[in-house]
């Protein structure tokens, strides 16, 4: 199993930035994925998730309404749009897919929101 994510970077407050995670080795149109996020000495949060089939998304109260979690079963990747980025938004966002009692991790992406 490989999760790569890509699209983070540095930007100012209320830009927008879409991650994706390219996902292979297994079968992605089978399971639920998950956008998780860390910040400097705090734990690890889950940001978003979404179901196999793409209908039912699930956010966090701190990113509802700014933040769109999708996926492309197609091209095995996830997306999350992060529109109206706030500081406290800084963090390594990592995807993450759990297969029964396997849980694999991306290596993550560096999202920073500064001016």
């Known amino acids: 199993v490989q999760l790569v994510e890509s699209g983070g970077g540095l930007v100012q407050p209320g830009e927008s930035l879409r991650l994706s995670c390219a996902a292979s080795g297994f079968t992605f149109s089978s399971y639920g994925m998950s956008w998780y996020r860390q910040a400097p000495g705090k734990e690890r949060e889950l940001v978003a998730n979404?179901?196999?089939?793409?209908?039912?998304?699930h956010y966090a109260d701190s990113v509802k309404g700014r933040f769109t979690i999708s996926r492309d079963n197609a091209k095995n990747t996830v997306y999350l749009q992060m529109n109206s980025l706030k500081p406290v938004d800084t963090a390594v966002y990592y995807c993450?897919?759990?297969?029964?009692?396997?849980?694999?991790w991306g290596k993550g992406t560096q999202v920073t929101v500064s001016s």
């Open positions: 979404i179901f196999s089939a793409g209908t039912i998304t």
């Open positions: 993450r897919v759990v297969r029964g009692v396997f849980v694999s």
